[in-house]
T-cell receptor, first 115, second 114 residues
């Protein structure tokens, strides 16, 4: 169990630029989640995958946000035309099974700062 | 629909004192409940989980939580605080009605004084 890995750890970019984050889940985990966390708040759910299928994306914050999980392994989260309000910590988590009572294993996140 | 309310954004205790972090949940179906801890610039780590097997759940680092259905509560306790317990704590609920996608509370920051 090497844990959930997220890259980069920090991303600083200018407003209007596109950014892409990567998440490598625990290898045998079939579920992968993306969250946004702002200061003083809990993780806010964005989207999740079961294997390569994206089962919920209606809670992505806008159409500027998109996520992929090709081949059911790693995942990427892309934000197009970044805005000041996108500054936050983006967390990835993975779990095993259908969700149920399985706890999520979190990566250390990618902190996005928009100049 | 499911939701979590964590009472108190900050809790301050002395080292060696009892820790009590409060969590109330709302769920239309039997829930699964979790407590996670987050240290600065890190992701969340699972402390413990309730899955209906036992109402008193023991977790790592001496923490435990009791599920009380009548009170819709899942408060986190530790008999004696240690300086290393200072962190942000999150309660989360998941249930079949929400496709088992966890809903997290806003978090409680635990401050431990020497």
């Amino acid at each position: 169990d090497t844990g959930v890995s997220q890259n980069p750890r920090h991303k600083i970019t200018k407003r209007g630029q596109n950014v892409t984050f990567r998440c490598d889940p625990i290898s045998e985990h079939n579920r992968l989640y993306w969250y946004r966390q702002t200061l003083g708040q809990g993780p806010e759910f964005l989207t999740y995958f079961q294997n390569e299928a994206q089962l919920e994306k209606s809670r992505l914050l806008s159409d500027r946000f998109s996520a992929e999980r090709p081949k059911g392994s790693f995942s990427t989260l892309e934000i197009q035309r970044t805005e000041q309000g996108d500054s936050a910590m983006y967390l990835c988590a993975s779990s095993l099974g259908q969700g149920e009572s399985q706890p999520q294993h979190f990566g250390d996140g990618t902190r996005l700062s928009i100049l | 629909a499911q939701s979590v309310t964590q009472l108190g954004s900050h809790v301050s205790v002395s080292e060696g004192a009892l820790v009590l972090l409060r969590c109330n949940y709302s769920s239309s179906v039997p829930p699964y409940l979790f407590w996670y801890v987050q240290y600065p610039n890190q992701g969340l780590q699972l402390l413990l989980k309730y899955t209906s097997a036992a109402t008193l759940v023991k977790g790592i680092n001496g923490f435990e939580a009791e599920f009380k259905k009548s009170e819709t509560s899942f408060h986190l306790t530790k008999p004696s605080a240690h300086m290393s317990d200072a962190a942000e704590y999150f309660c989360a609920v998941s249930a079949s009605g929400g496709s088992y996608i966890p809903t997290f509370g806003r978090g409680t920051s635990l401050i431990v004084h020497p």
